[in-house]
């Protein structure tokens, strides 16, 4: 399957750092994670992506024009210099077809998904997610649903990330219970999608695609959630990057779901 990743918000949440950068620029250990987002659907063997560009959507462009990945791997050289002959020890992004489209900077969600339909011709359903969050999710057993279910949009759904109290009152504001979210029922929509091509029937102009291209679809019954309690880490906040960024330096990165970090056995002299 295709993935489809949004890449064009503004994060302004994020600080001073997305003065310069997009949010999905934004690095988790070495790389960014909008990398992290694509090793994690390639490691599940989707490796075709079309990126929906719009906040300095350029910068994006030049780091996978640019990169090297010498840099961010183990490598044998032999000689120096321009003829210096570099063997990676361990590979990434070898296969991976990535397509960029320049989605604007204001559009919607929605929006932004209309306007890379075109790639998606002939396909009868593609992933999608925000550029901004991991899981660990078993994405083969999230399509195995979608296809069991037969509609045209699953969604993760999640436990919030961030803990706080549930108030419950009557009308006059006498409180009738006080609940930790961390032991409630309450769930979000974690941001990673599968959908149907027929999506792009029901998304009208200005449509966020949660808040009004789903309203059309929900009372069909044509939206199923996908109920996931494993890890879940949005880069909403400064502290969401800074856990991220903790998981990752202690080797404990949930979302790289398969280690290929560990190096090749020497060959028998």
């Given amino acids: 399957?295709?993935?489809?990743?949004?890449?064009?918000?503004?994060?302004?949440?994020?600080?001073?750092?997305?003065?310069?950068?997009?949010?999905?620029?934004?690095?988790?250990?070495?790389?960014?994670?909008?990398?992290?987002?694509?090793?994690?659907?390639?490691?599940?063997?989707?490796?075709?992506?079309?990126?929906?560009?719009?906040?300095?959507?350029?910068?994006?462009?030049?780091?996978?024009?640019?990169?090297?990945?010498?840099l961010t791997n183990d490598f044998v050289m032999e000689g120096q210099g321009p003829q210096a002959r570099i063997e990676l020890l361990t590979r990434a992004?070898?296969?991976?077809?990535?397509?960029?489209?320049?989605?604007?900077?204001?559009?919607?969600?929605?929006?932004?998904?209309?306007?890379?339909?075109?790639?998606?011709?002939?396909?009868?359903?593609?992933?999608?997610?925000?550029?901004?969050?991991?899981?660990?999710?078993?994405?083969?057993?999230?399509?195995?649903?979608?296809?069991?279910?037969?509609?045209?949009?699953?969604?993760?759904?999640?436990?919030?990330?961030?803990?706080?109290?549930?108030?419950?009152?009557?009308?006059?504001?006498?409180?009738?219970?006080?609940e930790d979210m961390a032991s409630s029922d309450v769930r979000i929509n974690g941001g990673f999608f599968v959908l149907k091509r027929e999506i792009f029937d029901w998304i009208e102009p200005g449509d966020e695609l949660v808040e009004e291209t789903f309203a059309r679809l929900i009372p069909r019954g044509e939206v199923v959630a996908y109920r996931y309690d494993g890890f879940f880490g949005p880069m909403d906040t400064i502290k969401d990057r800074q856990h991220l960024e903790s998981l990752h330096d202690s080797g404990r990165a949930p979302w790289i779901v398969f280690d290929r970090t560990a190096l090749p056995e020497p060959a028998p002299n």
Wanted: proline residues 5%; negative net charge; hydrophobic residues 40%.
């Fill in 93 to 178: 992004t070898d296969d991976w077809r990535i397509t960029f489209v320049d989605t604007g900077l204001t559009p919607t969600i929605g929006e932004r998904l209309k306007a890379i339909e075109r790639f998606i011709r002939g396909d009868p359903a593609f992933l999608a997610t925000y550029g901004d969050g991991l899981t660990d999710a078993p994405l083969p057993d999230v399509i195995d649903a979608f296809r069991y279910r037969d509609r045209t949009a699953l969604f993760l759904s999640v436990k919030p990330s961030f803990n706080a109290h549930l108030v419950a009152a009557d009308e006059d504001g006498t409180v009738t219970g006080v």
């Fill in 1 to 70: 399957m295709k993935v489809v990743i949004f890449c064009g918000g503004l994060g302004v949440r994020m600080g001073e750092e997305t003065q310069r950068i997009p949010k999905p620029m934004i690095r988790i250990g070495n790389r960014p994670i909008l990398w992290h987002i694509m090793r994690y659907y390639a490691d599940w063997g989707h490796k075709e992506f079309i990126l929906c560009l719009g906040y300095k959507g350029e910068l994006i462009k030049e780091y996978f024009l640019t990169h090297n990945e010498a």
